[in-house]
């Protein structure tokens, strides 16, 4: 005997596509512009922070509306409500932390040093509209060593905080990194003098990225600091 349709199931099974909206284009995003396919202008600016950011909110929508219309028949209905809630949900909590972080967040050029600002010399210009420098007034982790570290030791810590190498020597150590998602690019150097070492880690950009070259100047201070 054939089974009775459940009603409702298809305008819950649609709200919970419209949950998973944003998702899916945060998702479509990142492949585009890792694969090139994206502008960071169009993947990100345009689609992830704005349309994405709207998409959140109606997705949230769509996973109240699931579970108003689920309560008719929770057994047959309730497990496409829930996952309508847990898409709709965590997107828009992700999506306000993000707001919350990127408004929150430093410059993303900061120095150890503001009075003689360390500059990356070959490996790019030093302004790419990042920003003006800012030092531990607003990330207190941005703190010089003060001795002058071993190149090996500079080389070490540029590696632990996820850069890659670029130049060693007696009085500096550069690198670069891409961040996992987006692939945004940040550009660190060391500069080592007798008696006092700092650190510069700015981005490519001019976007804010909820301070992560704060984070990852106290990450390698931190690391070079000596122990205690």
């Known amino acids: 005997m054939a089974r009775t349709a459940v009603k409702g199931k298809g305008a819950v099974l649609g709200l919970a596509v419209v949950a998973l909206a944003a ?6 995003c990142v492949v585009g512009v890792r694969s090139g396919l994206l502008s960071l202008e169009i993947g990100y600016d345009l689609l992830m922070l704005r349309v994405g950011w709207w998409l959140a909110w109606v997705g949230a929508a769509a996973a109240v509306l699931a579970v108003i219309l689920a309560l008719r028949n929770l057994r047959e ?26 408004a929150a967040g430093p410059v993303e050029n900061v120095s150890t040093d503001l009075a003689e600002v360390p500059g990356f010399g070959r ?12 030092g531990a007034e607003a990330c207190p982790g941005a703190l010089p060593v ?9 080389a070490w810590a540029i ?40 650190i510069r880690v700015a981005a490519r950009e001019g976007r804010p990225h909820g ?10 201070s931190s690391l070079l600091q000596p122990a205690a």
């Open 23 to 28: 998702p899916i284009l945060a998702l479509l």
């Open 159 to 198: 590696q632990e905080a996820g850069f890659n190498i670029g130049q060693t020597g007696v009085a500096r150590a550069d690198g670069s990194r891409r961040s996992i998602w987006f692939g945004f690019r940040y550009d660190v150097v060391i500069r080592i003098r007798p008696g006092r070492t700092d």
């Open 146 to 154: 003060m001795s002058q570290v071993a190149p090996a030791s500079a």
């Open 77 to 102: 209905l309730g497990p496409l409500a829930l996952a309508a809630v847990i898409a709709g949900g965590a997107t828009l909590g992700v999506n306000l932390w993000q707001r919350q972080e990127l």
């Open 211 to 220: 301070g992560e070259a704060c984070r990852l100047v106290t990450r390698i």
């Open 123 to 134: 490996l790019r210009p030093d302004d790419m509209g990042q920003g003006a420098t800012v």
